[in-house]
């Protein structure tokens, strides 16, 4: 069994979530609010639903507005990597408060700008203990000694330091007695001597100095500061105010902001990856799909010959759903499972998964009780996911019952519920693993040499797809060597249209002619999908790439077209635009056939006018199917 630490994402998120005295957020590159934590609701009023979305010039009062405020920081943002000011910004309930605003340029790893970080603190209370302090010596004795970032007052002069605040004295671990009488760099304010003295030769030119960031010594650690300074008089004498603040849990954040943002993009990455690594095993594998079915059509497929095709058979099954399972990972991390509901006869699905799930359980000799309502069973569900499921729970019966063994499966009507019983009698599960049976890449060791392999994500899926669909499953096991028994139910509905008549549901005998043409830039997969179809009738053209398919398309006016979607000179979204836009093919349908089966591929290509979209490798009989059904015949 495999036990992962928490994910860093999700204490990322902790961390900027419990953060109440920052508001922290973050921009698309135009300025609108993707995210809001804890202290943006304290601070400006607003809940996350009520912002996320505008533009953050919401923020900005009407003179900044018309001074064009929003749009010149996130310049100075974009071109010097960091842009910080303090000044009136506006809540939601309409009141002022003074802000200190950080606004951070987010770039990915090619140095494009993908957004901005904003980190705001409400200073009001501190420049208001400003303004008591200029006013009268109790008020400023009261804020002076109340305020969170340390603050010194030091003798323009003599350098010495006069006062210091409680907190100050607590950042440098010193009482305010032990600080004064000091110069500012024998507590660890400054490097030096000489850089204390530069500091305050320019305080006495300027009236202000500020010091983003400034390492203060405290002889056993050094902190992460902030520094300000202004000149001012007390009792007639120059003297200068130094606030200083702890800024570790800012440049925390900070950090960890960069470390997520590369992070995502890494994320990105791989997601692309596993995109293109299963499209390029697919190709190969539709071919030997093929190839595997047209060597079954031949007489002499019984024998020896009869046994390498069903070894490839099984093989080829593995691989395929190996492949898949690439894409699952990706899809469950990100939450982009998507259904297409429609009204199905439940019985059907679980009679192709036990088909589909047959060779590799003849391979080990097991015996199937299978058991079905004597009435349908009506779901609105999305047929390809709920077969899915059916099939992982078959898989994983057969993959952990030994050699001779039984399995169970039943699907009937539970108290108002559909509910699918998968039971075998192999190798059980073992009170540990059990509760973490459903979790992503749990497989723990459960047959000694781990020979049937696999990559840890049927469960996951299975159980993602059935709580999509409203429904539970559960998993139950007396114990090692005591089997295994998965419990699925799922919603009934009523049929839409009725059941369908059992002449529908038998294969269409005597054919017409239908003329169809294959591009794909593959030629193993073209050329064994066109046999395979001028095997069972149709008047077939075949072409390896856009160009030539689309003229082809256009010569032979086919009632279908089986296209792929990356092809040379033009790919299958450019032919299949450019057959729709012709109106002497507006009674072609078009197939994608294709590696890419992504929902946002799905979207590209209905988009593109494609009727149905494929996903390699696709077995003989669900092309025909397809067929069928685009062009009623």
């Known amino acids: 069994m495999k036990t992962g630490s928490q994910d860093p994402n999700e204490l990322f998120r902790a961390l900027v979530d419990g953060v109440r005295d920052y508001a922290i957020f973050i921009l698309d590159p135009a300025g609108n609010i993707v995210t809001w934590n804890t202290g943006a609701e304290r ?3 607003y809940l996350a639903h009520e912002i996320i979305g505008k533009h953050f010039s919401v923020f900005y009062p009407p003179d900044a507005l018309a001074a064009d405020w929003p749009a010149t920081e996130l310049r100075a943002a974009t071109s010097e990597g960091r842009f910080e000011d303090e000044n009136w ?69 003599t350098h010495q330091i006069i006062d210091a605040n409680p907190a100050i004295a607590v950042l440098l671990g010193r009482s305010r007695e032990e600080l004064l009488g000091k110069l500012p760099w024998e507590i660890g304010l400054f490097r030096d001597e000489d850089a204390n003295r530069t500091a305050q030769r320019m305080m006495l030119e300027q009236g202000y100095v500020r010091h983003d960031d400034v390492v203060l010594s405290r002889g056993d650690s050094d902190l992460e500061v902030e520094l300000q300074g202004n000149r001012y008089e007390v009792a007639g004498q120059p003297a200068i105010q130094y606030n200083v603040r702890d800024i570790r849990e800012r440049r925390q954040l900070e950090r960890a902001l960069r470390q997520t943002e590369s992070m995502a993009e890494v994320n990105r990455r791989k997601d692309e990856f596993l995109a293109l690594l299963s499209h390029e095993l697919r190709n190969p594998l539709s071919a030997i799909t093929n190839a595997v079915e047209l060597q079954r059509m031949q007489p002499e497929a019984g024998g020896v010959p009869g046994q390498i095709r069903a070894i490839i058979e099984r093989q080829v099954g593995r691989l395929t759903s190996m492949v898949e399972d690439l894409l699952e990972v990706s899809r469950i991390a990100t939450g982009r499972h998507r259904l297409n509901l429609e009204s199905v006869e439940g019985r059907e699905l679980v009679e192709h998964a036990v088909e589909t799930v047959r060779p590799l359980r003849e391979q080990k000799n097991h015996t199937l009780a299978l058991k079905l309502s004597d009435a349908p069973i009506w779901l609105d569900a999305d047929p390809v996911r ?19 063994g039984h399995i169970e499966v039943c699907f009937e009507i ?16 073992t009170a540990d693993l059990l509760p973490h049976i459903f979790e992503l890449f749990t497989q723990a060791d459960r047959t000694l040499h781990r020979s049937e392999g696999g990559l840890g994500v049927g469960l996951t899926v299975v159980q993602r797809v059935v709580q999509l669909h409203g429904g539970t499953v559960e998993a139950n096991s007396a114990g090692l060597n005591q089997g295994a028994e998965f419990i699925v139910r799922l919603p009934v509905s009523s049929p839409q249209h009725g059941e369908r008549p059992e002449a529908d549901r038998a294969s269409a005998t005597g054919r017409r002619r239908l003329r169809v043409v294959v ?13 395979l179809l001028e095997g069972s009738g149709r008047d077939v053209r075949v072409e390896y790439t856009g160009p030539d398919g689309l003229e082809t398309v256009r010569s032979f006016r086919p009632d279908a077209v089986l296209l792929d979607i990356g092809l040379p000179g033009l790919d299958g979204y450019e032919v299949a635009r450019a057959i729709r836009r012709d109106p002497e093919l507006s009674g072609v349908k078009l197939i994608a056939v294709s590696g890419y089966g992504q929902e946002s591929d799905r979207r590209r290509s209905k988009d593109a006018g494609f009727d149905v979209h494929m996903v390699k490798p696709v077995e003989p009989q669900t092309i025909e199917d397809a067929l069928n059904a685009v062009t009623g015949t």
């Open 386 to 404: 709920v077969e899915q499921v059916a099939v992982n729970l078959l898989t994983n019966a057969v993959k952990y019952t030994p050699t001779g």
């Open 414 to 429: 539970e108290d108002g519920k559909a509910v699918l019983r998968v039971k075998d009698n192999g190798v059980g599960i």
């Open 519 to 531: 591009v794909d830039d593959n030629r193993d997969s073209a050329d064994t999908i066109a046999m």
């Open 43 to 45: 601070i400006k009023g």
């Open 89 to 157: 910004r506006i809540r939601k309930d309409g009141t002022r408060f003074w802000a200190n605003v950080i606004i951070t340029a987010i770039r990915n790893p090619a140095g494009e700008l993908i957004g901005f970080s904003k980190i705001t603190r409400d200073l009001t209370e501190r420049m208001e203990s400003v303004a008591a302090l200029r006013d009268t010596e109790s008020r400023y004795r009261g804020m002076f000694e109340g305020s969170r970032d340390g603050v010194l007052i030091v003798n323009a002069v």
